[in-house]
DNA sequence: CGAGATATTGACTAGGCTCAATTGAAGTGG
DNA sequence: CCACTTCAATTGAGCCTAGTCAATATCTCG
């Protein structure tokens, strides 16, 4: 655990190796995985605002992070206005990204969120120079479902469901993707048709 | 509407008087509204992130609002530090308050959703000297839906139920919180008992 | 090899969605 | 002023998706 939803913000953090997750918890106990990171992704975004993490970061794999503490980055902010803009727009992009979340968890059926899923990993492995087709899973079925808003149980189904229907191989947490095109069509339909 | 999704961002905007929504729009038709927003808070913060604001802002009634023209907030913050962190911290908190929405639509049931709905709305008016437990909604029950992730007819019987168990009156869209305590215990429940 | 995670699969249940009809409120024009 | 339209809200019946509970299989690692 890197650091806890509730220690004192000063610092944000860019992952060098490795991989993590964010889970917020909820008085009463529920927690929820609100994000999956990799390499060039940035945690601790949302400890800023109230000088408090109101996430914990966890590791999913032996991952090496690089330190960036606040007070520096605001230092330099102020002496480069070309890096003061940087770091609004990574700001507000994490804001997009929630959205986008909030888009999944609120209008997509169980299907459609892993499809988007395996689709948003696919892409940012790509960026990476992996193979957008074949890639492992750093986490469980729980953080999927957590992340998701589904249950373990749904997502194994799920996934045997798409292997059954040629979409994709899976083996354990190895990930080959047969059919991108199969999975895109999943994500549009219940909405409008594509004309 | 005050701005479209797509549209060049140039600005953030502070709300007067009056209240509106913004509604995330996905490929496919599939729309969700992923925030209200009332008088002193921002809209638009999604948009200096790609250039482009990534959701809609729509007025649910006559709504002053002031504009910020980036580059001068930007220009504020490059000659006043303590601007600059005021800023950040504001797009941070909006971080926090979509990591809030996420834990709703990933763990919580339709009653738990609505009362944190309304618990919400309750500490925002009474922030505002408006009383925190008469209040008119200003929007639809198809609204509160999309925002919550379930369907209007839900909202509907869910005002029924509360009204039945004491917890609330409600005509139409004036609101009237009789039992704020019971509200919060629906919260807790389903979570580990407080101990 | 054994213990404890992690995954898979099945049977059953229930919460919330869909479809549909009705009522109510607000605005429009003759 | 009142029919007429339109939009919003309520309510009911039935269904379906995903959750729950439970049993088993498989992995990982000490």
Redesign the pocket.
């Known amino acids: 655990m890197l650091f806890k939803a509730g220690d004192p913000f000063h610092a944000i953090y860019a992952i060098r190796s490795g991989c993590m997750k964010s889970v917020v918890t909820r008085k009463g106990g529920a927690e929820q995985v609100s994000g999956f990171y990799m390499v060039g992704e940035l945690l601790g975004l949302d400890g800023m605002g109230r000088g408090r993490y109101d996430c914990s970061a966890i590791a999913l794999e032996d991952t090496v992070v690089c330190v960036l503490p606040f007070p520096l980055l605001e230092q330099l902010a102020h002496e480069r206005p070309s890096f003061q803009h940087r770091l609004y727009a990574v700001l507000s992009r994490e804001i997009s990204r929630n959205h986008n979340v909030m888009l999944l968890l609120g209008t997509m ?3 459609e969120r892993l499809a988007a899923f395996l689709l948003s990993l696919s892409s940012r492995f790509a960026r990476r120079d992996h193979s957008p087709f074949e890639f492992a899973l750093r986490m ?3 953080d999927i479902g957590s992340y998701l ?9 799920l ?2 469901r798409f292997r059954n229907a040629g979409l994709l191989e ?1 083996d ?2 190895k990930v080959r993707i047969r059919d991108h095109a199969g999975l895109k069509a999943l994500l549009s339909e219940g909405g409008a048709p594509a004309d």
């Open positions: 059926r169980a299907e469980t079925r729980e808003g589904l249950t373990l149980e749904t997502i194994s189904r996934f045997g899976i354990q947490r």
